[in-house]
């Protein structure tokens, strides 16, 4: 076990103005209904973000957290944070590390690490991915790209959550890459259908590290991590690195959600679109997993393309965001656009996609998270006239920016986003949003960027953000 170095909280002031407003849509429709419309909110930071992750010799870096309690009255949050300890002076191998965190109604002082960082995924290349078990046991389960430099292939670990004990490894696959998504859903039962808690994961398959043809593989496994249908393919090879796919369990389905550029297999692609699919299991035990595509989402621009996509599901309605803007042939100085859509539980289009933000200079993927708040889209931008190399202001807020644009249920975007500063932000991962209950209305964010001590190594941060409702949309 590693344990974290304790890492002085970061002073950080709101500049919260007014951006670009982003287009609103009308309430969706669709075989769901329709969606009620809901009051628009306004973002504010608690306080200041706060280093939660941090150590001594190596970078904490491309982190992801999962809501274990959200609390609520008197009663605090508990969130799991993994981060990928890398780099560094401390000679060990990169892994990924576990935290659990108590979050309180006072920010920052109830918050506090009650279980410190400690070894969760040996020999990791690349971020781990965190997903909590839809049953009991209560069950905490993480994937990564484990690579010992003789094979990579995808892992998983299962921890116990009510003792905070971990299992054995299970490999997922005898060879793998990146691990691209990783949920909790249902369990493959009899005949293909889909019976009691398991789990879906995705990863890139490469002939050899950085080289093509660079293929998405899936899998299916039951509640103790076992492969039961798969591993198959979700996507066409092509040129490294491939398509990104990203997977949301509905309650009856697996979806899953692939920006396309080119499409070299017309079977589950559509060129220049974003590709909802649904996930069918073999009927027979061992068999493979089939993609059948449901609603093909096109980039709205003649030139431009859709970036990878994020999907995520909650109250009877899917959500997928992705963005849109110049081939990476084009270079990547122009302004994208984030577009969203949402979805009934199997796939199909409700309403029109919308319009998140315009015009926007997105330095990292964009991610989204779902909840009776709403939902959250979360990016990482530089500084405007910043050139991306090196500079002494990479360790001050307001080198990059966190932003969040928060969705009404109902498809309306409020009015302007919240803009986090932050030190220079690590862009390996988005940084994530998620609804706590301890202070209703709020949400907590993470990301990683730079340490503003100069000697010290990248830290994971968060902050809480809190909505105060504004007005009602009409």
């Not at 981060?83 to 920052?108: K, Y």
């Not at 069918?280 to 068999?287: L, M, Q, R, V």
Request: a negative charge; hydrophobic letters at 40%; aromatic letters at 6%.
């Amino acid at each position: 076990m590693h344990r974290a170095v304790a890492v002085p909280f970061a002073i950080v002031v709101c500049a919260c103005g007014s951006s670009q407003p982003a287009g609103a849509g009308a309430a969706g429709t669709g075989s769901g209904g329709t969606i009620s419309a809901q009051p628009t909110c306004s973002l504010s930071l608690a306080g200041p973000p706060i280093p939660i992750v941090g150590f001594a010799d190596r970078q904490a870096t491309a982190p992801s957290m999962l809501v274990l309690d959200p609390g609520g009255g008197d009663e605090a949050a508990s969130i799991a944070i993994q981060v990928f300890a890398n780099a560094g002076d401390s000679g060990l191998p990169d892994d990924i590390e576990i935290a659990r965190a108590r979050v309180g109604p006072t920010w920052p002082d109830d918050v506090s690490l009650d279980e410190p960082p400690q070894l969760l995924g040996e020999f990791a290349l690349g971020p781990g991915y965190l997903a909590h078990s839809l049953g009991a046991p209560p069950t905490l389960a993480l994937a990564w790209h484990r690579d010992n430099a003789e094979v990579g292939r995808p892992q998983l670990r299962l921890l116990d959550l009510a003792r905070w004990e971990e299992g054995a490894d299970v490999e997922v696959a005898p060879s793998g890459d990146a691990i691209y998504s990783f949920v909790a859903g249902g369990a493959v039962g009899s005949g293909g259908t889909w019976d009691g808690d398991g789990y879906a994961v995705a990863w890139r398959d490469v002939g050899a590290p950085g080289a093509g043809p660079a293929r998405p593989f899936g899998a299916l496994l039951d509640a103790d991590g076992a492969v039961v249908r798969g591993p198959s393919p979700l996507a066409p090879g092509e040129s490294y690195p491939g398509r990104a796919p990203s997977i949301a369990w509905t309650g009856s389905s697996y979806l899953v959600a692939t920006a396309y550029d080119d499409c070299t297999d017309g079977s589950t692609c559509e060129p220049r679109s974003v590709v909802v699919a649904s996930m069918i299991a073999s009927p027979d035990e061992g068999g493979g997993i089939e993609l059948r595509p449901v609603t093909a989402l096109p980039a709205t621009d003649a030139d431009a393309v859709p970036g990878s996509a994020s999907i995520a599901w909650f109250g009877g309605t899917a959500w997928v965001v992705w963005t849109e803007g110049p081939s990476a042939d084009a270079g990547a100085a122009g302004a994208r656009t984030v577009r969203m859509a949402m979805l009934d539980g199997a796939g199909r289009l409700l309403g029109t996609p919308v319009v998140v933000a315009a015009g926007s200079h997105p330095r990292s993927r964009v991610a989204l998270s779902a909840g009776d708040a709403g939902v959250l889209v979360t990016w990482a931008e530089d500084a405007p006239g910043s050139d991306g190399g090196p500079s002494p202001s990479d360790l001050l807020p307001g080198a990059s920016f966190v932003v969040v644009q928060r969705v009404g249920l109902d498809g309306s975007v409020d009015p302007s986003p919240l803009r986090i500063p932050s030190t220079l932000v690590d862009d390996y991962v988005p940084p994530s949003a998620t609804a706590i209950a301890s202070s209703p209305g709020s949400a907590l964010v993470l990301w990683a960027g730079r340490s503003t001590v100069p000697a010290n190594f990248d830290v994971t941060y968060l902050a809480r953000i809190d909505c105060a409702a504004a007005s009602v949309a009409r």
